[in-house]
């Protein structure tokens, strides 16, 4: 079966949406009160953002158009540094395939469509966050670890 990756556009909201919930259920999450909100959330995101430019996503699509994958990058701002001159960072979030379409080779499609925009976008540095299952792919594209922590302020 063919499999094109496409940009998102707005009437593409809803597979956005659908797959990111499946992404955070493969992750482990079930409260469906929490992902219903963050279902809620993240459309109203994809509405404001889509438009400006401001979150650019992909969508992995069979020939009868069922979106069964997905990706996206923002471009962070952070100020420039003596290995980041430009201060710009692609982020690279929201990755996965449903699972039925996985093991055919299109999250890392996904990733080089991404990575190829990110470029065009005079964009050197990229980041995401990995979950165990994307790391070994990952770190085949090239990524390492680095010294990142997070605190979470209530």
Request: glycine share 8%; no cysteine; proline share 6%.
């Amino acid at each position: 079966e063919q499999i094109t990756i496409r940009p998102a556009t707005l009437s593409d909201i809803p597979d956005l949406v659908r797959l990111r919930r499946a992404m955070f259920e493969a992750m482990g999450l079930d409260d469906p009160a929490q992902l219903d909100a963050a279902d809620a959330a993240a459309a109203a995101y994809f509405a404001e953002t889509i438009p400006t430019g401001r979150f650019h996503g992909w969508l992995a699509v069979t020939s009868a158009n069922d979106a069964v994958g997905s990706g996206g990058a923002v471009i962070d701002q952070h100020p420039p540094g003596p290995s980041n001159l430009s201060g710009r960072i692609g982020y690279v979030m929201n990755l996965v395939t449903v699972p039925r379409y996985r093991r055919r080779g299109i999250a890392r499609r996904v990733m080089r469509v991404m990575f190829k925009w990110l470029a065009e976008q005079d964009i050197q540095h990229v980041v995401l966050h990995a979950t165990e299952t994307g790391r070994p792919l990952y770190e085949e594209l090239g990524f390492i670890d680095s010294n990142e922590m997070r605190l979470r302020l209530e």
